[in-house]
């Protein structure tokens, strides 16, 4: 689904203290969680009964992870017994590694792309059908926000690369990008004058709003706000100088980041979604140490909060970083030729 420009969910540092990449060990409990979606595209939440932990509040439906077990033969498991469905293909969306204090947990959420049957609580649990959109006014256990972060996410993160002198052009190639599918776009300019970059960024976001897209400005959060722009990027340098979010919720923050330190950092001031790498070398940063696929994987999962991977991808390496843990794909030259 399209993201909806000007709003955004409470963010994982704003509730709970995620685990750190040592919490994910042995000591944390394996949770499954499975994403069930209407032809209207809604999505399936559960209640939790009364006398259990979280009562009352709304969650993805799923449940604990046995011993030996493999993801999806547990969420067939315990979708089964819950609300009396059986599911078929799975997919991968998001691993939230969250710590309450008194246990730490490991939800692993997979959309399920079909099932048979009508759902329905077979544990007297209410049950209900939501947009994704409409998940940030509902009560939900900590663990599942990023996860409502997570749907609203598209599989591909655009980043302009420097527009040059001729504006026109430039623009001209963002038309091309929007006409070609791409929903969630970053206008990165690192050297304009602030005259310029206003009139730009306003040009650039009259096309985004036209295309139902959400555009996010590198730096700058006194212009996102001047403008009513959708958010802010904020580069790993600014995110490790702030002690909290730089824009209120109702607008998306997000940050590059390239180690633990960072994602963790992003986590705990709010960060609502990451972009990590580089994950391979890259043409534009030449002699770069690159981070390679299994030191991606294993800091996205210590990471409480989406995460596109960045730096020598196609835009078709989606299948490959979700994969990984990711939310999907971050980049310039896969999305602009």
Same mark, same amino acid.
């Given at each position: 689904? %399209?993201?909806?420009?000007?709003?955004?969910? +409470?963010?994982?540092?704003?509730?709970?203290?995620?685990?750190?990449?040592?919490?994910?060990?042995?000591?944390?409990?394996?949770?499954?969680?499975? /994403?069930?979606?209407?032809?209207?595209?809604?999505?399936?939440?559960? #209640?939790?009964?009364?006398?259990?932990?979280?009562?009352?509040?709304?969650?993805?439906?799923?449940?604990?992870?046995?011993?030996?077990?493999?993801?999806?033969?547990?969420?067939?498991?315990?979708?089964?017994?819950?609300?009396?469905?059986? /599911?078929?293909?799975?997919?991968?969306? /998001?691993?939230?590694?969250?710590?309450?204090?008194?246990? *730490?947990?490991?939800?692993?959420?997979?959309? =399920?792309?079909?099932?048979?049957?009508?759902?329905?609580?077979?544990?007297? #649990?209410?049950?209900? $059908?939501?947009?994704?959109?409409?998940?940030?006014?509902?009560?939900?256990?900590?663990?599942?926000?990023?996860?409502?972060?997570? !749907?609203?996410? %598209?599989?591909?993160? *655009?980043?302009? %690369?420097?527009?040059?002198?001729?504006?026109?052009?430039?623009?001209?190639?963002?038309?091309?990008?929007?006409?070609?599918?791409?929903?969630?776009? #970053?206008?990165?300019?690192?050297?304009?004058?602030?005259?310029?970059?206003?009139?730009?960024?306003?040009? =650039?976001?009259?096309?985004?709003?036209?295309?139902?897209?959400?555009?996010?400005?590198?730096?700058?959060?006194?212009?996102?706000?001047? !403008?009513?722009?959708?958010?802010?990027?904020?580069?790993?340098?600014?995110?490790?100088?702030?002690?909290?979010?730089?824009?209120?919720?109702?607008? $998306?923050?997000?940050?590059?980041?390239?180690?633990?330190?960072?994602?963790?950092?992003?986590?705990?001031?709010?960060?609502?979604?990451? =972009?990590?790498?580089?994950?391979?070398?890259?043409?534009?940063?030449?002699?770069?140490?690159?981070?390679? $696929? %299994?030191?991606?994987?294993?800091?996205?999962?210590?990471?409480?909060? +989406?995460?596109?991977?960045?730096?020598?991808?196609?835009?078709?390496?989606?299948?490959?970083?979700?994969?990984?843990?990711? #939310?999907? =794909?971050?980049?310039?030259?896969?999305?602009?030729?």
């Amino acid at each position: 689904m %399209p993201l909806e420009s000007g709003k955004t969910f +409470p963010s994982p540092g704003a509730l709970c203290a995620p685990t750190s990449p040592a919490g994910r060990g042995e000591e944390s409990i394996r949770v499954v969680a499975g /994403i069930l979606s209407d032809r209207d595209g809604r999505v399936l939440l559960a #209640q939790r009964p009364s006398g259990r932990h979280s009562a009352g509040l709304w969650e993805f439906p799923g449940g604990k992870i046995e011993p030996g077990e493999t993801a999806h033969a547990a969420l067939r498991r315990e979708l089964h017994e819950e609300i009396g469905v059986e /599911i078929g293909a799975i997919e991968p969306l /998001i691993g939230v590694p969250w710590d309450f204090g008194d246990k *730490a947990i490991f939800l692993d959420v997979h959309r =399920v792309r079909d099932f048979a049957g009508e759902p329905h609580g077979r544990e007297g #649990q209410a049950l209900a $059908w939501h947009r994704p959109d409409e998940l940030a006014g509902i009560a939900m256990p900590a663990p599942d926000r990023p996860v409502a972060t997570a !749907l609203r996410l %598209p599989p591909h993160y *655009a980043v302009t %690369p420097e527009p040059g002198d001729d504006d026109a052009a430039f623009l001209a190639r963002i038309d091309r990008a929007l006409a070609a599918g791409v929903r969630l776009l #970053q206008l990165r300019v690192k050297s304009m004058s602030a005259s310029r970059l206003r009139a730009l960024a306003r040009d =650039v976001h009259a096309r985004t709003r036209a295309a139902d897209a959400t555009l996010l400005l590198n730096a700058h959060a006194d212009l996102v706000r001047d !403008l009513d722009l959708d958010g802010v990027h904020l580069p790993a340098a600014e995110l490790m100088r702030l002690g909290a979010r730089p824009l209120p919720p109702g607008r $998306w923050v997000a940050a590059s980041c390239h180690d633990a330190r960072e994602l963790a950092h992003a986590a705990a001031i709010g960060v609502d979604f990451a =972009v990590l790498g580089p994950v391979l070398p890259t043409p534009s940063h030449p002699g770069a140490p690159a981070l390679g $696929w %299994p030191r991606f994987a294993e800091l996205c999962a210590a990471a409480p909060l +989406p995460v596109y991977a960045l730096g020598g991808l196609a835009a078709d390496a989606v299948a490959a970083a979700r994969a990984r843990g990711a #939310q999907g =794909v971050a980049g310039i030259s896969a999305f602009f030729e």
